[in-house]
């Protein structure tokens, strides 16, 4: 078993940065993948971002690309988000996730642990 907690959300104006971190409990959280995800109002649950176990490998959504850094710390039992140059389109509920096989990264249905999530608001 596997709990995710995130912090760090909250509201800032276009073109700021917020980080965003996901505690982990559990000795086993540097043999899972971790993932964020985000969920906007009426709309799907999307990728944003992940990383492989060893922290080496990372993944990145097209629209988040050169702008968000996905981070691990595993003598934290902490993964991170680092978002810069925030959109208003970044508006969501942010959440992060752990992953046993990484077989997909992308795909929501490959994680087998979710945190509650934490709000992102940017202004315009």
């Known amino acids: 078993q596997v709990q995710l907690v995130e912090s760090g959300g909250g509201l800032v104006q276009a073109g700021g940065s917020l980080r965003l971190s996901c505690a982990a409990s559990?000795?086993?959280?540097?043999?899972?993948?971790m993932g964020w995800f985000r969920q906007a109002p009426g709309r799907e649950r999307e990728f944003v971002a992940a990383i492989s176990w060893s922290g080496i490998n990372t993944y990145y959504a097209d629209s988040v690309k050169g702008r968000f850094t996905i981070s691990r710390d595993n003598a934290k039992n902490t993964v991170y988000l680092q978002m810069n140059s925030l959109k208003p389109e970044d508006t969501a509920v942010y959440y992060c996730?752990?992953?046993?096989?990484?077989?997909?990264?992308?795909?929501?249905?490959?994680?087998?642990?979710w945190g509650q999530g934490t709000q992102v608001t940017v202004s315009s």
């Open positions: 559990g000795r086993t959280f540097r043999s899972y993948a």
């Open positions: 996730a752990a992953d046993s096989a990484l077989a997909d990264p992308r795909q929501v249905y490959e994680y087998d642990y």
